[in-house]
């Protein structure tokens, strides 16, 4: 195997690496929901909020003006 045959395996071995990693954090974030659940908290609603706090202000707010309009037009509110 060559100098790009080894490259490559690295590049594929960094990435196996990663993706374990990737795994072993999911299952630590779910164990963490199934914990927060246990004690009563609404699961759902913790992942709505932990979403919002990823957007901007500015993006949040247009966002439930939209909803706010939408669901007045079907008559939710």
Known sequence: MG??????????ERIERL?????????DIKE???????T????????????MRKQDLNERK???ALLETYMAAIGMI
């Open 3 to 12: 100098v790009t045959g080894e490259r490559l395996r690295s590049y594929i």
């Open 19 to 27: 993706e374990e990693e990737k795994q072993a954090l999911a299952d």
């Open 32 to 38: 963490v929901f199934a914990e927060a659940k246990g």
């Open 40 to 51: 009563g908290f609404d699961v759902k609603v913790m992942r709505k909020i932990i979403r």
């Open 62 to 64: 247009e966002e439930e």
